[in-house]
């Protein structure tokens, strides 16, 4: 991985945490700030109800913070969603979109997803950018043509490469504890890197490929040491302190050996 692509680990709690989930946050600030996560860099995305809270708790501190999804607009009578503009003022520096729960569940295009992208640059905030493949699409062998399709759809024109990241997330991966192998895994991150750098001409080395699908302490060293996989995006195991931050502790490990 070229320097600088610094990895990132981020964790995408989805719809979990009460107020009482703070104090997992404060473990995962705590152990970040007492090295047990490596050299990559760390970013929460609590539900929106937790983001202010966690912010202030981790203010000054290693880790950053985003939202889970966006509003198009700025604000207005848009009752229930919650704008790129109000995460960035909640303390988010990231925002997620096209996350194929999202897709499925609110029927969110590629269209709507690019106007979400747009809509976290527009606010400020880097986005990470989910796509990836259903397992009837995989089987079908059309897993490569989905996220292409997917990219070419949902990436603004104008996006700055260094304000982007895209997450790989098999649909079939995500909870089910079962991932692709390290060489499919492999594959689609070089593909997409060759995507990129068709969309982006010149700039794609920049950008930042996560996988994500059942990422846990067990399989993190073997899937983020893969080329063209710089870190993931967790979900189930971004809960628990322990487990996020072994995941993270990967990269340390990996520099510890290549530095001798
Ligand atoms: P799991 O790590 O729980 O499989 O979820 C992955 C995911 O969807 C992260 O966005």
Not at 134 to 150: D, N, Y
Request: with cysteine.
């Amino acid at each position: 991985m070229p320097d600088r692509r610094r990895p990132l680990v981020a964790g995408n709690w989805k719809m979990n945490g009460l107020g009482a989930s703070l104090a997992e946050i404060a473990a995962i600030r705590d152990g970040v700030a007492a090295g047990r996560a490596g050299s990559a860099e760390i970013v929460l995305c609590p539900p929106a109800t937790l983001l202010m809270a966690a912010a202030e708790l981790c203010e000054g501190g290693p880790i950053g913070f985003g939202g889970q999804d966006c509003g198009v607009e700025a604000s207005g009578a848009h009752t229930g969603d919650i704008s790129a503009e109000m995460l960035k003022d909640a303390g988010a520096a990231y925002v997620i979109v096209g996350h194929s729960e999202r897709r499925a569940d609110h029927g969110e295009t590629d269209s709507l997803v690019r106007a979400k992208a747009a809509a976290g640059l527009r606010a400020g905030l880097s986005v990470i950018l989910c796509v990836g493949e259903t397992r009837a699409e995989r089987e079908a062998g059309e897993a490569m043509s989905k996220v292409s399709g997917q990219l070419a759809q949902s990436l603004p024109a104008d996006v700055p490469a260094t304000r982007l990241v895209i997450a790989y997330e098999p649909v079939w991966a995500i909870g089910s504890g079962v991932t692709p192998t390290p060489q499919d895994v492999a594959a689609m991150h070089g593909f997409l890197r060759e995507r990129l750098e068709h969309q982006l001409p010149g700039k794609a080395a920049i950008v930042r490929i996560l996988y994500g699908g059942s990422v846990k302490p067990a399989n993190a060293a073997e899937l983020l040491g893969l080329p063209d996989v710089d870190g993931a995006l967790v979900g189930g195991a971004s809960l628990k302190a322990t487990e996020f931050l072994q995941i993270a502790h990967v990269y340390q490990a990996s520099e510890v050996t290549s530095s001798g």
